[in-house]
């Protein structure tokens, strides 16, 4: 037997007053407004009366923090996997647009060659790759029930246009990957499919801060 739903979590929005680039810069915990953000996911959750089993999380702290409203919601411990991280990024802890923004300064250039790559960072194939074994693994790891994962806005965007066949290169700015939002896989034939998409922190988003993911 395996899990019935995977269900990919954002986190909530981040404490970044200086609207830097965090990836995985250590410290960089949910916002007041992100607490709220990450409690109404797990409410979401439990309204749809969904068979939570096992709770997974990304190892930085706003994943965690987002993970336990969902973990005390359902009475579980969070696991921690590596595999669902933030992708790695030259740009940690600059301002990336704006004046001032390290996009302006001609010495990091080199570094935007290849957004194909991304020759800025770890390449769009790998981050897919991990996390679509990380999410097999997860299917695999229960008898019956779902599994939540809590990551990153790009992580999950690239299990979404992997699993549509779409490029993995893509405008960041049309990821449809909202602060706390929840991204729902299914089992369909012999591969997973995505079968839903909620942001249930809808209401929460305007405004807020999210500049400082990758």
């Known amino acids: 037997m395996v899990a019935s739903q995977v269900h990919l979590v954002r986190h909530g929005e981040v404490f970044n007053p200086e609207r830097v680039l965090y990836g995985r810069l250590p410290n960089y915990r949910l916002s007041e407004q992100g607490v709220l953000m990450a409690a109404t996911a797990a409410a979401e959750l ?10 997974i999380a990304s190892p930085l702290q706003r994943a965690q923090e987002s993970a336990a409203p969902i973990a005390a919601a359902f009475a579980l411990p969070i696991d921690t996997e590596e595999r669902i991280i933030e992708p790695t990024n030259r740009f940690e802890g600059k301002r990336v647009r704006g004046q001032g923004g390290a996009l302006r300064d001609p010495r990091n250039w080199p570094a935007l060659v290849n957004p194909i790559r991304p020759s800025w960072g770890e390449p769009f ?3 897919a ?3 679509l074994a990380a999410i097999d693994d997860a299917w695999n790891s229960v008898d019956e029930g779902d599994v ?3 990551s990153h806005q790009l992580p ?3 299990v979404h246009r992997a699993l549509a066949h779409e490029s993995l290169a893509h405008d960041p700015r049309k990821r449809c990957c909202d602060l706390s939002s929840i991204t729902t896989l299914s089992w ?12 249930p922190a809808l209401a929460l988003l305007n405004p807020s801060n999210d500049v400082g993911a990758v």
């Open 125 to 127: 194939r790998a981050v």
């Open 156 to 158: 999950i965007w690239m």
């Open 148 to 150: 939540v994962l809590v």
């Open 129 to 131: 790759k991990r996390m």
């Open 46 to 55: 439990v309204e749809r009366g969904r068979p939570v089993v096992r709770v």
């Open 188 to 199: 369909r034939g012999d591969r997973f499919a995505e079968t839903g998409y909620a942001s």
